[in-house]
C-alpha cells in the first residue's frame, strides 16, 4: 500500500480506536479535545511522513504522538489543574493519571464503552447513527452527509447537538455493567442495525461509501460479539442478519447503480463466505432461550440465501413472518408476509390477505397487489402500478414500478 | 378503534371429535397464519399468550377439580384480544379462527 492509500485506511482504523481511549479517559465533557488531539495528530503524521517516509510500525507511531500529545495538553492547559484533573482522579486509579494506555484490552474496552455512550436513547435515531459514523467508525462529516443525502451543515448541527445531547443528560463514558448490558444492548443493536440499513438500502450512489457504512455496521456488532459480556444470543442473531444481506450487496446493484430486484440477481455474485459467516452466527444466536426480533430476521434472511423457490423455503419464510408481525407490527414485514403467503397457498387468497393490510398511502403495498394481479387479471395489476408510481418517492422505487407498467402495457396490446 | 376478547372454546375431551396428527400439523400451521393475519393487520392489541391446557375448577362447593372440564365437555382452548372497529369486523375476523375446523366456537366481547 502506498502513502496515498495507508493514509486514509489508517485514519479510518486508527481514528476511533484513538478518539474512544481518550474519551474514556476525558469523559463526556472533552469529547472535543479528544478528536483535537486525534486529528492534530494525523496532521503531524501526514507531515512528517511525508518527509522522512512511513515509519515501520504505523499504528504505535500515532499512538505515541496521540499519547505525548495528550500529555502536552494536559501540563500546558490550565484547564487540566481545574477540571479534567478533578474528573481523572475521581474517575481513575491516581497511578495511571497521565498515562493513557494504549493497549489491546484497553482499546477494546474504551470502544465498548463508547459504543453504548453514542447508541443511547437520550438522542434521537439520526443523530445516533450520524454521531456513530463519526465517532465509532471515523467518517468524516462529508462522507456521512454522502450517506444520508444531505450537506454538511446539517450534518454537522446534528452531531454537535447530539453531543450537547450526551453532555445535558449527564453520560458518562464507561464499561456497561452488567445488568445494564440486558437493558442497553437493545438500542445498541437498533443503531448498529440502523447503519448497516443506512448503506444497505440508501439510494446514495456512491457504491463504496454504502458499502463502508454496512462493513462499519459488521464490525461493531464483532466488537460486542467478541466482547465476552456483550456476546448474547441476540447480538449474534444480528451480525448473522447482516452477514446473510451483505452476502447479496455486489448482486443487487448493476453497473450503473441500479437496483437488481433479487429474482434476477447473478447467484454466483453472492458471496459464499458471508453466506457461511452468517451460518455460523445463527447457530450462536440458538445458545439459550432468547428469541428477538433479530433472530426471526435473520431465519428470513437466511432463507433468502437459497435462491430455490421451495415449498420448504416459503413455509419457513411464512411463519417467520408469522411470528416477527406478532411480536411487533412493521409495515414492510406485513407486506412481505403476504407476498411468502402467495408463494405457499393460492395467489387469490393472498389478494384477499394484501386487501386487509389497507396500507393506501404506501407504494410498496400497490406494487405488491400489482405483482399479485399480474397472473390473473393484467388490467388491475396495471391499476395497481400505476398508483404505485404516483406514490413512489425515490428514483430506484420508480424504475422498477415503471419496468413493470411498460412490460404489462405490452402484454395488454399483445392480448387485445 | 375498540379492543375486543375472542375466547377460542371446543370439545377437547371426546376421542372422535380430536384430530389426527396429519390434521393436527396442518391445524397448527393455520394457528400461526390467522394469528399471523391478524398481525399484519395491526390488529393484535396485546401479545400472544399460551395458556396450559389442563388447569383446575373449583365447583360452588369449594372442590378443586383438575382439568377444566365439569359439566360441559368444552373447554378453553386460548383468548386473544384484538382491535376492531365494531362487533362486525370482530366477528369476520373471527370467521377465520381455526377452532372452528373441530366443531369448536369463539366467543366475542367487547372492552368497555
Known sequence: MD???????LFRAEYQKMVSVLCYHFGIWHIEIAEDIVSETFLSATETWSLKGIPENPSAWLYTVAKNKTKNYLKRNSLFEQKISEEIRYNTLPSIELEIDMSHKNIMDSQLAMIFTVCNPAISNDSQVALALNLLCGFGIQEIADAFLTNKEVIYKRIIRAKEKLKEAKIKIEQPTKAEINNRLEPVLTTIYLLFSEGYYSTSQNTTLRKDLCIEAIRLNYLLVENESTNKPQVNALLALMCFHASRFEARTNQNGEIVLYEDQN?????????????YFLNEAANGNTLTKF?????????????????????NILDLYNHLLILEYSSVAALNR?????????????????????????HFYYTLLGNLYTDLDKKKALTHFETALKLAYTASDKAIILKNIRRLKQDLFLID | MNEFLLIFRRDFKTREQQPSP?????????WQN????????????????????EGRVLTHSKTALNGPYVEIKESIGGLIIIKAMDYEEALEIAKGCPILEFGGNVEIRMAL
Open chain 1, 295 to 315: 433472530h426471526l430476521e435473520a431465519g428470513i434472511a437466511y432463507w433468502h440465501t437459497h435462491k430455490e423457490d421451495t415449498t420448504e423455503k416459503w413455509e
Open chain 2, 34 to 53: 390467522w394469528f399471523g393475519s391478524i398481525a399484519a393487520q395491526d390488529k393484535l392489541a396485546r401479545p400472544l399468550q399460551r395458556w396450559d391446557g
Open chain 1, 3 to 9: 502513502e496515498q492509500e495507508l493514509l486514509p485506511h
Open chain 2, 22 to 30: 396429519d390434521q393436527m400439523q396442518a391445524h397448527l400451521k393455520n
Open chain 1, 267 to 279: 447467484e454466483r455474485l453472492w458471496d459464499r463466505e458471508l453466506m457461511a459467516k452468517g451460518e
Open chain 1, 338 to 362: 403476504t407476498f411468502a403467503l402467495a408463494k405457499t397457498n393460492r395467489k387469490q387468497q393472498a389478494i384477499q390477505e394484501a386487501e386487509k393490510l389497507n396500507l393506501t398511502d404506501n
